[in-house]
Antibody, heavy 119, light 109 residues
Framework: QLRLQESGPGTVKTSETLSLTCTVS?????????WTWIRQSPERGLEWIGS???????SYNPSLGGRATISLDRSKGQFSLSVTYVTDADRAVYYC????????????WGQGFPVTVSS | QSVLTQPPSVSGSPGQSVTISCTGA????????VSWYQQSPGTAPRLLIY???ERPSGVPTRFSGSKSDNTASLTISGLRAEDEAAYYC??????????FGPGTSVTVL
């Protein structure tokens, strides 16, 4: 059974880089999944950040203005999110999630990881 | 960036049916890749419906989805106390992105 678990610093300073990791268990990250980050805040609701495929293909939400990058660590069975130049608007609960190659919905989700932004 | 709209809240008595609408545009809802998620406080969203009408295994049959033009709907039949939660619609878009609705809070009276 596919399981996802987020981890990382819970606080990041304004203008610095937010970095989170999602550990995947139950399937290799090289399976036919799109590994995805989604965030949720009271102000913006649920927001898809982006997805990455093990072959290297990726896509991102234009609303982040190119600040987000998702990368895959095949040896560790993890994928990571980096968001540069954070502001208070990046304060949210961050979820890692997955969808299979040919589906367009997210069946598996991590439990969520809250991130605050400090000045 | 497309936007999905949902009513902020709906309510019903146990045993009744409630329907939540999700209105989008030709660039998203009409794509037939609409999914619905249920979220209880402090937990991650849970997939309820995918591809407009399909239910994953383990989701009760009282949850059903439909679509007409650019509006998708989630119906909960035979409302139960445990159905009290927030419900979000989501759609894949023609630009290869995903959008979510603002969520609808369901209250069981």
């Amino acid at each position: 059974q596919l399981r996802l678990q987020e981890s990382g610093p819970g606080t990041v300073k304004t203008s610095e880089t937010l970095s989170l990791t999602c550990t995947v268990s139950g399937v290799p990250v090289t399976y036919d999944y799109f590994w995805t980050w989604i965030r949720q805040s009271p102000e913006r609701g649920l927001e898809w950040i982006g997805s990455v495929y093990h072959s290297g293909g990726s896509s991102y939400n234009p609303s982040l203005g190119g600040r987000a990058t998702i990368s895959l660590d095949r040896s560790k069975g993890q994928f990571s999110l980096s968001v540069t130049y954070v502001t208070d608007a990046d304060r949210a609960v961050y979820y890692c999630a997955s969808r299979t190659l040919f589906n367009k919905y997210f069946r598996s989700w991590g439990q969520g990881f809250p991130v605050t932004v400090s000045s | 960036q497309s936007v999905l709209t949902q009513p902020p809240s709906v309510s019903g008595s146990p045993g009744q049916s409630v329907t939540i609408s999700c209105t989008g545009a030709s660039s998203d809802i009409s794509f037939n890749q609409v999914s619905w998620y249920q979220q209880s406080p402090g937990t991650a969203p849970r997939l309820l419906i995918y591809e407009v009408t399909e239910r994953p295994s383990g989701v009760p049959t009282r949850f059903s989805g439909s679509k007409s033009d650019n509006t998708a709907s989630l119906t909960i039949s035979g409302l139960r106390a445990e159905d009290e939660a927030a419900y979000y619609c989501s759609s894949y878009t023609t630009t290869g992105t995903y959008v979510f609705g603002p969520g609808t809070s369901v209250t069981v009276l």
